[in-house]
Structures are given as structure tokens and as C-alpha cells.
């Protein structure tokens, strides 16, 4: 059986449409799904809505609505920009439905039979923003730092989750496993967190109607943080549903996430497992954020990008590929519109879309349309140079480092431009007797393209699915490659794979 890997994002609250930063998160996690499916790996990739918060509850409110009718309205909102954008989930959870709520009661269940959930007063702040308790010290002149937001002062009696005591166990588990956090810098932080001393946190709202009751006392509702993590297992039917899927696929590969919510996937959650007995998650991974123009992106700035609008901007494709290009995926990044249309126009229009329609252009003209496959052994393929740059994007592929595996194959491509300019094939297919020279030339630019059409298509699955679909080639997955001298029958002359984009269509991105 194949080996397996199981992926997920964050689930979103519902109580704004998504947004690019959002959209980053789930293009760079499903690059590293269909990566993976390319490869043979079994892949479960999970993406979610997290709905039982008092922002969602909120909202629904003042809009006359009922809680669970607004979050399903929102849930189509959001699967309409995971669509737009070639978003490939195998698996969407709301944390409303009852396969979570039985897993949260599960999970918290276990948690209070092993002796780490106990009542306590709790007295401090709370920003309802981000759904978290803030210590004082956390305070920027007396608001929360994020939202700029005056927090609640909240005194009542509430759960607590003994997280004190697992400051030596995280410990352990970070010592044994080194990539448990990536990039370096996010471990770093939370390791400094979790030696400067872990204090234990509540897990409960008191008076709170919205939201999953406790087991132990129906008073309160499950803090939306504890019940939003456990999506992860509840997914795969942890306590109910269907346990072999949940040993299939547990513990996560990697859970994809903002750099902003590391304490609670590399500290709280892994407490949680452990405190219920259940093993962590292999490794998380927290990405930066994006801004535009030089500016972070904000509600009250006014410049909060709407991805789908920019997809039908772009095509979806170019915009997946522009994005995990130009903005590393474990970093913080700009764009802009020129950033945008610049590599548009060089990477895609010119470097990828121009080999394609070149090539096939010529073997059309040239050689009616077909290329014989080579001889045994014939792999020339620039000097092995396609070999080496495979090798080099699949090792950045698998630390999940996009921009660097798209810089590291973008060689051949260029390379395979210019092998075009010095083999002038317009030359060799002037002399009848050079036929062999000419078909040779074709079958190394077939190779390359082909190559790409795979190396590319988790980036830009519906473009390389049309680039290896010209070439007759739909089927090749990351397993042929590389592969020996191939030829091709039937090529034709294409309209262009990406059109030129004119700067006078530039603006594209603010809208
Ligand atoms: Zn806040």
C-alpha cells in the first residue's frame, strides 16, 4: 500500500468572506496535496470552517439570522472561492456538525478522566476578536495587540486544562523531533514560550449558549479554541464514526497554518493530544503573511484583497503560481500589481507558454505534427540537467520551500529557450539529410516539456493538465520522471497557454 499523508489548513471563521491571506494558506497546502498525489503518496487533505465563535455568532445576529442557517450560507461563500481557486480538499468540516461535536466531547471527555481538567476562577482580559484570554503583560496600552481592541475584563468560574503540567513532555517531544515546527524561527519562538514556563488555561465560557456544552456541566460551552483544534482527528472519526480512518491517517503529516496561532497548534494542541492519549501531529508548518504594495493588509485600510475577483483577474492558475512564487512560503512577502504583471509576462507568457507554443509550432511545420521516439539510451536531455534540477525541486518540495523548487527547475526551462536559439531547428530542417539532428532536437524539447507539465501542475493544475494534454502526455504523474527519449504524434498549433497581460491591465490587484 502507498505511503501515506495526511495535511490540513486552519479552518476559518465564518464571519468574513475569505480573503488572499486566507487563500495564501490553502493554495500553498493544496500545492503540497497534489505534490504529494503526484508522488503515490495516499493523500487526505482537510480544510474546514470554524463556526462555534462568538464573532460568527455575532454577525449572524445583527443580521437577523440564525447562527447555523448564516454559517451555512457562509460555507458556500467559502466553497465558492476554494473552487474558483482549484482548491483539491478531500474532506470539509464544520465544526456545527455532530461527527465533531461527538469527537470535541470525546476528546474533552478523556482529557477530564486522566486528571487534567479541573475548576478554577478565571479573572483577566478576553478579546472577543481573537477568541483568547490575553495575560496582562500581553497588553499594548491596555489593548489587544492584534485588533486594537479594548478586551472584555472577564471574571468567572470556569474549566481549566492543566497545561502547566506538560511543559516537560513538549519538551521531550520537541527534543525528539526536531522539524515538529517549521520554519526554525516559529520553533525558536515557541520553544522559548514553553521554557519560560506554561501556565494552564481555561477551556471554558461560562453563560454561553453557542457553542459545544461541556460533558460535566451543561453551564458552559467548550472554549471555541479546544473545540476548533479537535477538527483535526474529529475529521477522521476520532471516538465514533470510523476508526480506521482515523488510524489510516493519524497522526497529521503536517498542519498548515499562520504564524500567528503557533501557540496554540505547537503548545496547546499537542498538550491536549497528549493529556487524552492520543499521539500528536508530526510536524506543523507556519507560513508568513502577505502584503501589498508595502502595506499589511486590513479591513480599515480599505485594501483587503478579494482572491476570487483577482483568479478571474489572472486565471486562477497564474495567480497560484504568482503567489507561491514570489512570496516564500515559511516568510512574510509582498506583491503588486507591476511584481504580478512583470513574472506573469516573463515566467508565464514568455519562458513556459512560448516553449510550448514554439515547439509545437515547429514539429507541426516541420515534421507534419510527429516525433519518433528515441533510441534506448538516448537521454541526452541537456546534459543531465533535467535529472539534477528534478532532484533539487523535489527536495524543496518536500520542506514545502515553493519558491525555491520553482527557482531551481525554472533552469530548464530557460535552458530548454535557448537550446531552441542554438539549434536553429529552421536551419537543420532546411537539409533533408539532417532529419535524424532535427527529430533529436524535438525529442529533448518534448522531454523538457513534458517534465514541466508535471513539475508544475500542483502549482497550476489546470494550465499543465492543458499544456500535457497538447503534448499527449495527461497521464504522467512524478513517478515516470525522469523518463527515456520520448516522441509525440498529432501536435498542432495552440492558441497561447497564458496571453500576454498589457501593463495598460495592470491595476488588477487592488481592483
Ligand atoms: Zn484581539
Known sequence: MSERFYITTAIDYVNQKPHLGTAYEKIGADCMARYKRLAGFDVRFLMGNDEHSTNVEREAIARGLDPLEYCRAMSEEFRAAWKALDISYDDFIHTTEERHVRSVRELFERIHRNGYIYKGKYEGFYCESCEEFIVEKDLVDGLCPRHKLAPKIIREENWFFALSRFQEPLLRHFGEHPDFVRPQIRRNEVMNVITGGLEDVSISRAGKTWGIPLPIDASHVIYVWFDALTNYISALGFGGGDPALFDRYWPADVHVIGKDITRFHCIIWPAMLMAGGVEPPRSVFAHGFISLG???????????????????????????????????????????????LGRYNADLANDVGNLLSRTVAMVSKYLGGSVDAGPPGDGGWFGGELASALESYRAHMDRMEFSRALGAYW??????????????????????????????????????????????????????????????????????????????????????LFPRIKPEDAGRIAG
Open 411 to 496: 533552469a530548464v526551462i530557460q535552458r530548454a529557450n535557448r537550446f531552441i536559439e542554438e539549434r536553429r531547428p529552421w536551419d537543420i530542417a532546411k537539409d533533408p539529410a539532417r532529419r535524424g539532428e532535427l527529430e533529436e532536437t524535438f525529442r529533448e524539447l518534448l522531454a523538457a516539456l513534458r517534465t514541466t507539465g508535471v513539475v508544475l501542475a500542483p502549482f497550476m493544475p489546470g494550465k499543465m493538465r492543458e499544456l500535457l494534454g497538447a503534448l499527449g502526455a495527461e497521464r504522467l504523474t512524478l513517478a515516470d520522471l525522469p523518463e527515456a527519449a520520448v516522441g509525440a504524434s498529432g501536435l498542432a498549433p495552440r492558441s497561447p
Open 294 to 340: 508595502g502595506e499589511k493588509m486590513s479591513k480599515t485600510r480599505g485594501n483587503v484583497v478579494d482572491p476570487v475577483r483577482m483568479a478571474g483577474a489572472f486565471g486562477s492558475d497564474a495567480l497560484r503560481y504568482l503567489l507561491l512564487r514570489e512570496v516564500p512560503f515559511d516568510r512574510d512577502g509582498d506583491i503588486s500589481d507591476e511584481v504580478f
